[in-house]
């Protein structure tokens, strides 16, 4: 009986032995052209369907059709009747629970990011959950501020509503004893806030319009390291605008071009009126929040549930500033009043919304961009998918409805969706739970936070923007990785914060599209050569090994041919190639000329063996004959070759061609437009000029579709100079080759003016080869007839 580990032995052997089989292959087919592919290969019709039968399947409806349709724009359809509620439904009122108190904080602290009274964003972070509630397709993310769309709408509403708008007389002020300027801050406020709704109910407009017209896709444009340099630049401004709050400073609104860089100048031009008791509180917030984050980061897996830190620190700085009084004793700057209940719904000011337009636009892609990545993350982590284009619609009606209720944008908040999916938030069950807990701080726990301090809330704000800080230590990483990802990522940032986030996103998104356009333009590119013993084909400057075929040059244009990029594929063949086709089809038309004056003037005469001059002397390139001949000559044909590579009797510097065959490989190239595919008909033709074949490999189908309706094919260019592969056009090259050389060469015939021997007569000669008639002369002395092939040239002498 065999041990087990011989048993052991033999089913390794046995298993090895299939592996070694696959790790080889063998393959023996035709060589394939175009042509000959679809002679054996049937191509399938596209069959598209009539118009009719478009209008049935659109209009086409059914039951099953009706429910569908319903579920697509209600995804609580698809997700409510699967709810498990013995599983879930805890979790689910433990994440809502915990998210809804950081929202209410949240809300409170990105109101002063919109210039709008703080109250305010409790409503921004109530409403919008409502309807997402029905219509959002994330199962994960928190809606409600985030702070750079924040930063975004206050940057629309002090534009629109600066405090010189508002500048009154003190002596005629009620209530007050001041006899200088003061700004009605109540009016301010009220215009403020009419503003942001305004804005939010417009970017809600915008967004159910992208979502209608199914263009989700343009968040694609969005690309990661220009969201990346953008919101790291929005987190600056952020800080920069909390700053003042947090030294409670008092410091004018600017706008536009440089406007971070003038509050920075003014903000430490009056750092002596600090506050110092909202200094302390703001940096002991800003230190106590950023350790137990941290804390918080290091021991999720031992931590259940995120220790509720702003909440915290809120319930802690709002009693110390009751209890100490500080606004008195300090001149402390507290929240003051926060109203309880909800203000009727009120319509939009549509006069507002030609000068806030552009920027709704901007607003309107940012915010959905930064919701769909969220949303993507934690859809692949629980394995679902969520519909962009539904998104769209879902934050568009959620924008319209809050902002009849007096709110700002709403998207979602990276660290609060954190919170909602580590406490073990499951569905959207918990969203509604967590707008139920800032319902409760609306109704009736507002009056409670009255006297925090602004400080505070600021401080709560610049703790939260540790995340996007870090995302400079990206750029290192993307520079390693590609240099023009990097590139995007400081351009984006830098242009976000001198130009202002609107002008800066804008100035990213087109220098983004100018590196596409510029690669594509430039594209790599390379000549290509065999490994051997296979078909396998990589550029010779990467490989040692890589072997080019004799006389084929082999190049790989990895980009579409366009009109832009038509002068890049030109240079590379050249490049490629090592010669200019026009220069040399030119030098030779002008070596020939040059050759039929010395004919004419009896400078040159031919024999077998090559070209003398009347003198006798042989020329450098061709050898003399060993035994001299007379001047007459036996009735007799003579072949004399030219070799255009060699150096000619002439003084014309003619370019060496050292290669008989060209192959384009295109698989790189997915489209090509009407000046490609003219251009390259062109190169075709240039390079036959000089007898030098052109082929093309690995091309797409759709490739060779837009070439049939391009009118590219006639009788000069077919489909038979397309191969499927490059090896197909290697070996039928070499077949070629192999097969002419054992065949007699095929001669063009040059007409050569009668008036160069102006007492011949004239007559027809018919060339069998290529059927051509040309016309000839001769006299009772000899014939002379010049054929010129653009490999060589001949000449025949009758004697």
Not at 273 to 302: P, S
Not at 673 to 700: H, L, M, P
């Amino acid at each position: 009986m065999p041990s087990a580990s011989g048993r052991a032995m033999a089913a390794g052997e046995r298993t090895e032995e299939p592996l070694a089989e696959l790790s080889h292959y063998v393959v023996a087919r035709p060589i394939y052209s175009e042509a000959g592919f679809q002679e054996e290969n049937e191509r399938r019709p596209p069959l598209p369907p009539t118009l009719r039968e478009r209008a049935q399947a659109a209009f086409r409806c059914s039951r099953k059709r009706a429910f569908q349709v319903a579920k697509s724009f209600l995804p609580i359809l698809e997700w409510l009747p699967n709810y498990r509620v013995k599983e879930w439904l805890v979790s689910d009122i433990i994440s809502g629970v915990s998210t809804g108190l950081v929202a209410t904080l949240q809300g409170l602290a990105y109101a002063l990011l919109v210039a709008v009274p703080v109250g305010y964003g409790l409503y921004s972070a109530f409403f919008p959950i409502l309807t997402y509630f029905f219509l959002g397709t994330s199962r994960h993310i928190s809606v409600g501020p985030f702070p750079v769309v924040s930063l975004m709408v206050g940057s629309v509403v002090l534009s629109m509503a600066p405090d010189d708008n508002f500048l009154i007389d003190g002596s005629n002020a009620t209530g007050t004893n001041g006899t200088g300027i003061m700004i009605d801050t109540e009016s301010r406020d009220a215009q403020r806030v009419l503003i942001a709704s305004t804005l939010t109910f417009l970017v809600g407009i915008l967004q159910v319009i992208f979502g209608a017209l199914q263009i989700g896709f343009i968040v694609r444009y969005l690309a990661d390291p220009l969201v990346g340099g953008f919101t790291t630049a929005a987190a600056f401004q952020v800080l920069v605008s909390q700053l003042k709050i947090v030294l409670n400073v008092s410091t004018k609104n600017y706008n536009g071009v440089l406007s971070i860089i003038y509050t920075l100048i003014e903000t430490f031009e009056r750092i002596g009126t600090t506050n110092i008791a909202d200094l302390i509180a703001g940096l002991l917030t800003i230190f106590v929040c950023m350790v137990v984050k941290e804390i918080n980061d290091r021991f999720k897996h031992k931590i259940p549930i995120p220790i509720p830190i702003e909440v915290i620190v809120t319930i802690v700085a709002t009693g110390v500033s009751y209890a100490a009084d500080l606004e008195k004793k300090y001149n402390a700057g507290i929240v003051k009043s926060i109203p309880r209940g909800f203000l009727p719904a009120e319509p939009p000011d549509v006069s507002m919304f030609s000068q806030m337009i552009a920027a709704s636009f901007s607003i309107a892609i940012v915010a959905y961009a930064i919701a769909v990545s969220v949303g993507k993350v934690y859809a692949t982590k629980y394995n679902y998918a969520i519909d962009g284009n539904q998104e769209f619609i879902a934050f568009g009606v959620s924008n319209i409805f809050s902002g009849a209720f007096s709110c700002f944008v709403a998207t979602t908040a990276l660290s609060r969706t954190a919170v909602q999916e580590s406490t073990g938030g499951k569905t959207q069950v918990a969203g509604i739970i967590s707008a139920g807990i800032v319902l409760i701080s609306i109704v009736a726990l507002g009056k409670l936070l009255e006297p925090l301090q602004k400080s505070v809330l600021a401080a709560v704000v610049i703790a939260n923007l540790k995340g996007m800080f870090m995302q400079v230590f990206d750029v290192p990483r993307l520079w390693r990785q590609n240099k023009v990802d990097a590139m995007i990522w400081v351009f984006t940032c830098i242009a976000s914060i001198i130009l202002g986030l609107d002008l800066g996103l804008l100035a990213g998104l087109l220098f983004g599209l100018l590196t596409v356009v510029l690669r594509v333009q430039f594209p790599s590119w390379g000549g290509f050569g065999n490994i051997p013993g296979t078909d396998i084909y990589k550029k010779v400057k990467d490989y040692k090994n890589v072997i080019e075929p004799e006389g084929v040059k082999i190049l790989k244009f990895a980009s579409p041919i366009f009109y832009a990029n038509i002068d890049g594929l030109k240079s590379s063949l050249k490049s490629t190639v090592g010669f200019d086709a026009v220069k040399v089809y030119n030098k030779r038309l002008k070596a020939l000329r040059k050759i039929q004056k010395l004919i004419k003037k009896g400078k040159l005469k031919a024999t077998k063996n090559g070209i003398i001059s009347e003198s006798g002397i042989s020329n450098e390139v061709f050898e003399t004959d060993e035994e001299p001949e007379d001047n007459d000559f036996p009735t007799k044909e003579v072949e004399i070759q030219v070799d255009w590579n060699s150096e000619l009797p002439l003084k014309v510097n003619i370019p060496k061609v050292p290669i008989h065959s060209l192959i384009l490989d295109f698989g790189a190239v997915t489209f090509l437009d009407i000046v490609a595919v003219r251009s390259i008909k062109t190169i075709i033709r240039e390079f036959e000029r000089i007898d030098v074949r052109v082929y093309f490999a690995s091309y797409q189908d759709n490739v060779i579709s837009q070439l049939e309706q391009s009118a590219f094919f006639d009788d000069t260019v077919r489909k038979d100079i397309f191969f499927l592969t490059v090896h197909d056009a290697v070996l039928y090259i070499r077949n070629q080759m192999a097969y002419s050389d054992n065949q007699d060469p095929i001669f063009e015939k040059v007409w050569i003016p009668s008036t160069v021997f102006p007492f011949f007569l004239s007559c027809n000669i018919h060339c069998i080869n290529c059927h051509f008639h040309c016309s000839m002369a001769h006299s009772e002395v000899n014939i002379l007839t010049v054929i010129l092939q653009f490999r060589n040239l001949y000449c025949l002498y009758y004697f």
